[in-house]
C-alpha cells in the first residue's frame, strides 16, 4: 500500500524568507505522480505543483519549486520570497500510473504560518 | 483548470437524518470524486462517481451510507444518509478533465456538522 508521510505538523517563516516543506513516500511502484496542494483558510484547494516521476527534472512553478529525489522517495517543496497569502495548510499528495483510480492519497499536511 | 462549486457550502444537521451535497463544473470532465476531511486531519478518498453507472467505493465507505450520483458529464451528488455525529467533516468534490492521472481541481467544500 503507498503512504505519504509530512513530518512537520507546523512550520513558520518570516515574510521575504524561504522554507521547505518535507514529503516522503513509499511504494513499489515505478511510475507515479506527486503533488503538492495548498488549502488556506477558506478552505478550497488549489494545485501548487505536479511532477511525474519519470522526469527527472524537478518541477517549478514562480516561487514554487520541488526537490524530487526518486531513489529517496522524497518530494520537498521549497517556497522562496515567501508572501503573507502563503500561509495555509500544504498536503502532499500521490497517484499511482496504473488501474486508472485517479485515487490521490495525501499526508497529513503542514501548516504553514508566513509572518510578517 | 475546471472551476468548480459545492451547495450547500454548510450546514448543521439533525441525528438521524440525510444530507444531499451538490458538485457542479464549469465544463465537461471525465473524472469526478469525493473525499472526506476530517475536523483538522487529511482528505480520504470515498469514490470516484462514474457517469452513467455505479460509484466505486474505497474500502470502508458503502453504497448506502453514501450514495453517490453522476447523471452527466458536469454534475455530481453525494448523500450522507443517516448521519451521525461522527460524520461531522468537509466534503469535497474534485474533477480532472481528461485521464484519470491529470490533475484534480477541488470545490471549495462542504462542512456538515451533526448535532
Known amino acids: 500500500a503507498q503512504t505519504v508521510t509530512q513530518s512537520q505538523p507546523e512550520m513558520s517563516v518570516q515574510e521575504a524568507e524561504t522554507v521547505t516543506l518535507s514529503c516522503t513516500y513509499d511504494?513499489?511502484?515505478?511510475?507515479?505522480?506527486l503533488f503538492w496542494y495548498k488549502q488556506p483558510p477558506s478552505r478550497q484547494m488549489i494545485l501548487v505543483i505536479r511532477?511525474?516521476?519519470?522526469?527527472?527534472q524537478n518541477a517549478t512553478e514562480n516561487r514554487f519549486s520541488v526537490n524530487f529525489q526518486k531513489a529517496a522517495k522524497s518530494f520537498s517543496l521549497k517556497i522562496s520570497d515567501s508572501q503573507l497569502g502563503d500561509t495555509a495548510m500544504y498536503f502532499c499528495a500521490f497517484m499511482i500510473d496504473s488501474g486508472n483510480t485517479g485515487k490521490l492519497i495525501f499526508g497529513q499536511g503542514t501548516t504553514l504560518q508566513v509572518k510578517p | 483548470s475546471a472551476v468548480i462549486s459545492q451547495k450547500p457550502s454548510r450546514d448543521i444537521c439533525q441525528r438521524g437524518t440525510s444530507l444531499t451535497i451538490q458538485c457542479q463544473v464549469d465544463s465537461q470532465v471525465t473524472m469526478m470524486f469525493w473525499y472526506r476531511q476530517q475536523p483538522g486531519q487529511s482528505l480520504t478518498l470515498i469514490a470516484t462517481?462514474?457517469?452513467?453507472?455505479?460509484?466505486?467505493?474505497e474500502s470502508g465507505f458503502v453504497i448506502d451510507k453514501f450514495p453517490i450520483s453522476r447523471p452527466n458529464l458536469t454534475f455530481s451528488t453525494l448523500t450522507v444518509s443517516n448521519m451521525s455525529p461522527e460524520d461531522s467533516s468537509i466534503y469535497l468534490c474534485?474533477?480532472?478533465?481528461?485521464?484519470?492521472?491529470?490533475?484534480?481541481?477541488f470545490g471549495p467544500g462542504t462542512r456538515l456538522t451533526v448535532l
Open positions: 474534485s474533477a480532472a478533465q481528461g485521464w484519470s492521472t491529470d490533475t484534480q481541481y
Open positions: 462517481a462514474n457517469q452513467g453507472s455505479e460509484a466505486t467505493y
Open positions: 511532477q511525474e516521476a519519470y522526469k527527472q
Open positions: 511504494t513499489s511502484e515505478n511510475n507515479y505522480y
